[in-house]
C-alpha cells in the first residue's frame, strides 16, 4: 500500500519493487524478440565488414581468392554460419511481426506457436546451409 501525498489516498499496487532482470522469467515469444533485437543490431554492425569482403570480391581475381581463402577456414565457416542464422532469424520474426501487425496470430496459443516455428525454421535453415558450407 502506499499513501499519495497530495490526496492522502491509499493506493494497492501488485507492482515488485525492484525489476531484477536476471531473475524474470520471460516467456518464449519475448526470448524470440530480444533475439531479433540482438540479431538486427548485430546485422546492422556488420554491414560495414561485409561490403567490404563484398568489395573485394569483386574487385579481381586475386580478391576472390583471397576471399575465398578466408572462408575455407572453419572458424570463418562458423562465422558465417552465425551471420546465416542471424539474417534467417531476423527475417522470419520480421515476417512474423508483419503477421501481429496484420492481427494474424496475436492470441497466446498461436503467439507461442509461431514464435516456436521462427526458431525451428530458422536453425533449421542455418543446419541446411551449414551442411552445404561443410
Same mark, same amino acid.
Given at each position: 500500500?502506499?499513501?499519495a ?6 493506493v494497492?499496487?501488485s507492482r515488485?519493487?525492484?525489476l531484477?532482470?536476471l531473475?524474470?522469467?520471460?516467456p518464449?515469444?519475448?526470448?524470440v ?7 538486427g543490431a +548485430?546485422?546492422? @554492425?556488420l554491414i560495414?565488414? =561485409?561490403?567490404?569482403?563484398l568489395?573485394?570480391s /569483386?574487385s579481381?581475381?586475386?580478391?576472390f #581468392?583471397?576471399v575465398?581463402?578466408?572462408?575455407a577456414a572453419?572458424?570463418?565457416?562458423l562465422?558465417l554460419l552465425i551471420?546465416?542464422?542471424?539474417y534467417l532469424?531476423?527475417? +522470419?520474426?520480421? @515476417?512474423r511481426?508483419?503477421? =501481429?501487425d496484420l492481427d494474424i496470430?496475436?492470441? /497466446?496459443?498461436?503467439a507461442?506457436l509461431? #514464435?516456436?516455428?521462427v526458431?525451428?525454421v ?12 561443410w
Amino acid at each position: 500500500m502506499a499513501n499519495a501525498k497530495d490526496g492522502g489516498l491509499i493506493v494497492a499496487t501488485s507492482r515488485p519493487v525492484s525489476l531484477n532482470l536476471l531473475k524474470i522469467r520471460l516467456p518464449l515469444p519475448g526470448i524470440v524478440s530480444i533475439m531479433h533485437r540482438i540479431s538486427g543490431a +548485430f546485422l546492422f @554492425l556488420l554491414i560495414p565488414f =561485409l561490403l567490404y569482403v563484398l568489395q573485394m570480391s /569483386l574487385s579481381s581475381a586475386e580478391g576472390f #581468392a583471397t576471399v575465398r581463402s578466408w572462408f575455407a577456414a572453419p572458424v570463418a565457416k562458423l562465422a558465417l554460419l552465425i551471420v546465416f542464422w542471424a539474417y534467417l532469424h531476423h527475417f +522470419f520474426m520480421g @515476417l512474423r511481426y508483419l503477421a =501481429l501487425d496484420l492481427d494474424i496470430g496475436v492470441h /497466446l496459443a498461436q503467439a507461442r506457436l509461431t #514464435a516456436k516455428l521462427v526458431l525451428v525454421v530458422s536453425i533449421g535453415l542455418t543446419l541446411l546451409i551449414g551442411v552445404w558450407l561443410w
